[in-house]
């Protein structure tokens, strides 16, 4: 059991980095802009990156879709192309990430890579429930924890 424990301290798939910045304001910055009023669809290209606080989304492009309802809340983020996925705690890589904002999920797939302080996750798909702080990594999962001597 003591591996157990020490697989659990090492890791944790719960992206608490992006629980701390719900609710501050949101900046974009990118190369063009489309915007979709019939859909609903924001679609950032070329060198995209989203600010909140200190996270950090960048990809070649970023989809926010807002809410039906017309209240301008984001419903969800999505980016592909290769996205680059920071907080303050972590870090994650992946071809493609949907953040879909109510439901407080993330996914990622293609080829993720989560770094968290000196530990390494790897695999084809990660997901995380924000409200109960969990998730899991799948497809040819690979770990890197370290630890003290």
């Given amino acids: 059991m003591q591996t157990a424990h020490v697989l ?6 719960n992206f608490s980095g992006l629980q701390n910045v719900r609710g501050l304001p949101v900046e974009i910055t990118s190369d063009n802009l489309q915007v979709n009023n019939q859909t609903g669809e924001t679609i950032f290209t070329g060198n995209a990156v989203l600010g909140q606080g200190d996270m950090r989304l960048a990809a070649p492009e970023i989809r926010i879709i807002y809410d039906a ?6 419903e969800r983020l999505e980016a592909y192309g ?17 953040y879909e904002v109510a439901a407080g999920t993330v996914r990622m797939q293609g080829s993720v890579l989560l770094t968290q302080g000196p530990n390494i996750l790897s695999g084809d ?16 999962v690979r770990t ?3 630890t003290n001597p």
């Fill in 8 to 13: 659990a301290q090492g890791t944790g798939l």
């Fill in 69 to 74: 309802a017309g209240d301008n809340r984001i």
């Fill in 82 to 98: 290769g996205v680059t996925l920071v907080t303050a705690e972590e870090a994650a890589e992946g071809e493609t990430a949907v």
């Fill in 125 to 140: 798909r990660l997901f995380v429930d924000l409200e109960t702080e969990q998730g899991r990594m799948e497809g040819r």
């Fill in 144 to 146: 890197l924890i370290q």
